[in-house]
Nanobody
Framework: QVQLLESGGGLEQAGGSLRLSCAASGRTVSTYTMGWFRQTPGKECEFVAA????????AYLDSVKGRFTTTRDNSKNTVYLQMNNLKPEDTAVYYCAADPKSVWAADAVRRPLLYDYWGQGTQVTVFS
């Protein structure tokens, strides 16, 4: 069983930056595809970013391209989401997720159902 714990969320002014971390425990996720999603009340869970097992491949939601970057440190069993130039519309609860099947396809990694493990989320609030 894998446990995922997100941290790094908070309150930030528009144009600022935050770095989210997702620390995995219980099992190594070094071979897993890892994803980031976000959700606001009344809306569906939205794909934000994904990274393959060795970090060579990433995928992003169009609206965050050029502003967000996901990386991973397999030695620390941790994945990161660096968020720059934040906008009020980025306000959401952010979740990390793990896919032990290590699927990597541009469409598949954007689907929440691909992922078997989820963290509890961290709130990001961006004010103007």
């Amino acid at each position: 069983q894998v446990q995922l714990l997100e941290s790094g969320g908070g309150l930030e002014q528009a144009g600022g930056s935050l770095r989210l971390s997702c620390a995995a425990s219980g099992r190594t996720v070094s071979t897993y595809t890892m994803g980031w999603f976000r959700q606001t009340p009344g809306k569906e869970c939205e794909f934000v970013a994904a990274i393959n097992w060795n970090g060579a491949n990433t995928a992003y939601l169009d609206s965050v391209k050029g502003r967000f970057t996901t990386t991973r440190d397999n030695s620390k069993n941790t994945v990161y989401l660096q968020m720059n130039n934040l906008k009020p519309e980025d306000t959401a609860v952010y979740y990390c997720a793990a896919d032990p099947k290590s699927v990597w396809a541009a469409d598949a990694v954007r689907r929440p159902l691909l992922y078997d493990y989820w963290g509890q989320g961290t709130q990001v609030t961006v004010f103007s």
